[in-house]
């Protein structure tokens, strides 16, 4: 079977690799679609140390069952989106719901572990969520960047999100651009896209931002004031994750804001501790989603309660994906969001 391979700074290979060997239970998934995800790319770049070659990346996949147990509960020809990060469901982050953080695996495609760009992936049961045949299966493949976008929007209660004037999200790649769809779901008023893209800001527009700021062009804290009537953001949502954003995300808050970062390119950033600590701001952490947080984004999608086509913007064979991710380096506009790599 064809396998796509990240082999080190900005080197890709398709390689002929043997099909996956079925343990006891699990069942033989023939990939249709893998979104390349912002961290692949990052990954990719050499930039992360999140992604350790060789090895195979990818964990935004949806695809059809292969080869099924005789005993299990799913059969040969149903469609599924794989749930990528493994948990135990016996530890005490399990027992809270915390399978995000469950010590027992790491993600799908990340550091060593083997990713779904590939042709067969063998899957456990209970990561295997059937959907419906109304989606396609790159739009059921968006489920998972729809899951961390939706678990970051939740870190908000519903009355913080009812209560706030201002909010902001900051990086409008794919997650950020989903994000800003999940909060005007929830009811969240002026919102604020931050991106150096114009082509991105547009398309936030399109997701349901009410106001854009490109910190190539403008001042980025004299947009915000602006904006807010000089009020600042009663939150901000950060979704890149390099220092200047980092800050730029403390820096726009009220007194007493919250920050919820999403972005993961950047181990370590300086940022304003006095104004923390001397303004009673809120900064959390948002690692990828929950099994319910993932189940809900399905439904979501099936539902059509949001809509992503603005976000799926291009498509490549499997066999293509090395130029998948060099087209992705020329990506200066911004205008690949969301690319697929298909079967």
């Given at each position: 079977?064809?396998?796509?391979?990240?082999l080190?700074?900005?080197?890709?290979?398709?390689?002929d690799i043997?099909?996956?060997?079925?343990?006891?239970?699990?069942?033989l998934?023939?990939?249709?679609?893998?979104?390349?995800?912002g961290?692949?790319?990052?990954g990719?770049l050499?930039k992360?140390?999140r992604?350790?070659?060789?090895?195979?990346?990818?964990?935004?996949?949806?695809?059809?069952?292969?080869?099924?147990?005789?005993?299990?509960?799913?059969?040969?020809?149903?469609?599924v989106?794989?749930?990528?990060k493994?948990?135990?469901?016996?530890?005490?982050?399990?027992?809270?719901?915390l399978?995000?953080?469950?010590?027992?695996?790491v993600?799908?495609?990340?550091?060593?572990?083997?990713?779904?760009?590939?042709?067969?992936?063998?899957?456990?049961?209970?990561y295997?969520l059937?959907?419906?045949?109304t989606l396609?299966?790159?739009?059921?493949?968006?489920?998972?960047?729809?899951?961390?976008?939706?678990?970051?929007?939740?870190?908000?209660?519903?009355?913080?999100?009812?209560?706030?004037?201002?909010?902001?999200?900051?990086?409008?790649?794919?997650?950020?651009?989903?994000t800003?769809?999940?909060?005007?779901?929830r009811?969240?008023?002026?919102?604020i896209?931050c991106?150096?893209?114009?082509?991105?800001?547009?398309?936030?527009?399109q997701?349901g931002?009410d106001f854009?700021i490109?910190?190539?062009?403008?001042?980025?804290?004299d947009?915000?004031r602006?904006?807010?009537?000089?009020?600042?953001c009663d939150?901000?949502?950060?979704?890149?994750?390099i220092e200047?954003?980092a800050?730029?995300?403390?820096?726009?808050?009220?007194?007493?804001?919250?920050v919820?970062?999403?972005?993961?390119?950047?181990?370590m950033?300086?940022v304003?501790?006095?104004?923390?600590?001397?303004t009673?701001?809120?900064?959390?952490?948002?690692y990828?989603?929950g099994l319910e947080?993932?189940k809900?984004?399905?439904?979501?999608?099936?539902?059509?309660?949001?809509d992503?086509?603005p976000?799926?913007?291009?498509?490549?064979?499997?066999?293509?994906?090395?130029?998948?991710?060099?087209d992705?380096?020329?990506?200066?506009?911004?205008k690949i969001?969301k690319?697929?790599?298909?079967?």
């Open positions: 079977m064809k396998a796509l391979y990240y080190g700074e900005k080197t890709m290979e398709l390689r043997p099909l996956p060997t079925l343990k006891p239970g699990q069942y998934i023939r990939t249709r679609s893998n979104g390349i995800c961290s692949d790319f990052e990719y050499g992360t140390g992604r350790l070659p060789p090895m195979i990346m990818g964990h935004e996949v949806a695809g059809i069952i292969e080869e099924a147990p005789a005993l299990g509960k799913f059969g040969k020809g149903e469609r989106v794989i749930f990528p493994p948990f135990c469901g016996e530890c005490e982050y399990c027992r809270k719901g399978v995000n953080v469950c010590p027992a695996g993600c799908m495609g990340v550091l060593d572990q083997p990713g779904s760009m590939t042709e067969f992936v063998a899957v456990d049961e209970k295997l059937p959907f419906a045949a396609s299966y790159n739009e059921a493949a968006m489920t998972e960047p729809l899951a961390v976008a939706y678990r970051a929007a939740h870190k908000l209660s519903d009355r913080e999100l009812a209560e706030a004037e201002h909010c902001l999200v900051i990086g409008v790649g794919p997650i950020g651009l989903l800003i769809a999940v909060l005007k779901l009811g969240a008023r002026n919102i896209a991106d150096a893209s114009d082509h991105r800001l547009g398309v936030a527009r997701m931002a854009s490109n910190p190539r062009q403008e001042d980025f804290l947009a915000v602006k904006i807010t009537g000089g009020k600042m939150f901000a949502i950060e979704a890149v994750g200047a954003t800050s730029n995300s403390i820096d726009c808050l009220r007194i007493g804001g919250t919820i970062w999403i972005g993961n390119a950047q181990k950033v300086s304003n501790m006095q104004k923390i600590v001397t009673e701001l809120t900064v959390k952490g948002n990828v989603y947080d993932f809900e984004c399905l439904r979501l999608l099936e539902e059509r309660r949001i992503i086509t976000v799926m913007t291009d498509e490549y064979p499997l066999g293509d994906g090395v130029q998948a991710f060099r992705q380096e020329n990506n200066r506009e911004g969001l690319a697929f790599l298909v079967n």
